[in-house]
Antibody
Framework: EVQLVESGGGSVQPGRSLRLSCAAS????????MLWVRQVPGKGLEWVSG????????GYADSVKGRFTISRDNAKNSLYLQMNSLRLEDTALYYC??????????????WGQGTLVTVSS | ELVLTQSPGTLSLSPGERVTLSCRAS???????LAWYQQKLGQAPRLLIY???SRATGIPDRISGSGSGTDFTLTISRLEPEDFAVYYC??????????FGGGTKVEI
């Protein structure tokens, strides 16, 4: 059974940093692209970032480019999102998601339950 | 950026009715790289359709997808009580960053 378990969310002041982690199990992690998608409660889905199977191809939404960094550790079956210079508008539920293919630009066949990030002064 | 526009924003329907949801892209999506997801309150999204028309594992055949180019459709032939949810389209054309549509809520 595929499982994606996010951690690292919490409350933080504007300008500070957080690092999200996603522990993956139930599939061969280094065969697949992985994504982070966020959702403001009550609003729509926003793609944040994607990374291909070997970290050779990475993409970011314009809204986070230069502030967020996605990475993965295939030996640890883990995905990460380093979030710096956080803004009020980064407040959202952050989902870790498994891509269907090895690419970072792919559709999502499994989602985690999300970790909530609240940016507030 | 490739923008996806979903319409209508909300649909009020009854069980047994047929529903058609629209997803329109600001530019052609290559190779029909479009997916549909269903999201219920308090839950993560669930994949319904990929490649514009291929059903994901376990999705009943009353749910179907169609379209190409810039115009795509999700159809539910007969609404069941469990179908009342929010539906999102997503494009994954590699020439553009991944984007989602704004969603359509199907309510009773």
């Amino acid at each position: 059974e595929v499982q994606l378990v996010e951690s690292g969310g919490g409350s933080v002041q504007p300008g500070r940093s957080l690092r999200l982690s996603c522990a993956a199990s139930g599939f061969t992690f280094d065969d697949y692209g992985m994504l982070w998608v966020r959702q403001v409660p009550g609003k729509g889905l926003e793609w944040v970032s994607g990374i291909n199977w070997n970290s050779g191809s990475i993409g970011y939404a314009d809204s986070v480019k230069g502030r967020f960094t996605i990475s993965r550790d295939n030996a640890k079956n883990s995905l990460y999102l380093q979030m710096n210079s956080l803004r009020l508008e980064d407040t959202a539920l952050y989902y870790c998601a498994k891509g269907y293919s090895y690419d970072q630009s792919t559709f999502i066949d499994y989602w985690g339950q999300g970790t909530l990030v609240t940016v507030s002064s | 950026e490739l923008v996806l526009t979903q319409s209508p924003g909300t649909l009020s329907l009854s069980p047994g009715e047929r529903v058609t949801l629209s997803c329109r892209a600001s530019q052609t999506i290559a190779s029909r790289y479009l997916a549909w997801y269903q999201q219920k309150l308090g839950q993560a999204p669930r994949l319904l359709i990929y490649g514009a028309s291929s059903r994901a594992t376990g999705i009943p055949d009353r749910i179907s997808g169609s379209g190409s180019g810039t115009d795509f459709t999700l159809t539910i032939s007969r609404l069941e009580p469990e179908d009342f949810a929010v539906y999102y389209c997503q494009q994954y054309d590699s020439s553009s960053p991944v984007t989602f549509g704004g969603g359509t809520k199907v309510e009773i």
